[in-house]
């Protein structure tokens, strides 16, 4: 699939008819269910990016942001972090997120208040935010709820995965699809047939079936070796993560039905 340079299409005033005629939203649309077939640990590290947030979040252009937390600063050793966390944020059990939350992950953490949290390292690392970023780094409650834009509906561990986006969100734009739905199978060539066929929209393949109709699909994030491929059925940003596969694990929060 050819990708279409958005910024420049919505110079013109013939922006809207050129999206239409590729079968591309022109803007995110709400609604629908993203299906993926998914291969293991790729299962698990996709669930926890859709039912889970992180501290920060490195972003589809490669920048860091903030998720649960809002700002950090460190010392001069770069040992010592100070972390000042998001307010008003609830895991999906009701629990309202706070810094003791922040303890459960595996470095020393130290409650400054509700709101603040210093970690400690044993050496120093200018990288610790963007580690924090990094898939087995999410914050749970203590019943291992989530934060994040999708509520688990169902979770067969390790084999299928149903979640539901949640109604009231502090990412009021993103998570477009109304429900996510990850289902495990082992083998490159069953994903590909699923594919295929319309039984998912994405799947974490480097080549399509061979009875695929390539018009069909688009190849992300791109280049020779793809990652994962999509029908075209599903609109994709422009800009695509390529930390992890599917969008740095966030297709089901970034991506929208076309």
Known sequence: MT????????????????????????????????????????????????????????????TLRGELATDWSSDASARRWRFTLREGVSFHDGTLFEASHVQALPMTVEVIDARTVDIVLETANPNLPYLLAHPGYEIRSE????????????????????????????????????????????????????????????????ALDPLANPRDFQTLPGGQVPTHIAANTVAVPMSVGKSWPLDNLRMAERWWMG
Request: hydrophobic residues 45%; glycine residues 10%.
């Open 3 to 62: 990708r279409i340079d958005r910024r420049a299409l919505f110079a013109s005033g013939a922006a809207a008819a050129l999206l239409a005629a590729t079968g591309v939203s022109a803007s995110p649309q709400r609604g629908g269910r993203l299906r993926a077939a998914l291969s293991s640990p790729l299962f698990d590290q996709a669930v926890a990016a859709t039912v889970y947030d992180n501290l920060t979040e490195i972003a589809a252009d490669g």
């Open 143 to 206: 019943s291992g709820a989530g934060t994040g834009l999708y509520t688990v509906q169902k979770l067969d561990q390790g084999r299928h995965f149903i979640g539901t986006r949640v109604a009231d969100h502090w990412k009021e734009q993103a998570g477009w699809f109304d429900s996510a739905e990850f289902v495990h199978f082992s083998a490159d060539a069953v994903r590909a047939e699923a594919l295929r066929d319309g039984l998912v929209d994405v799947a974490d393949i480097t």
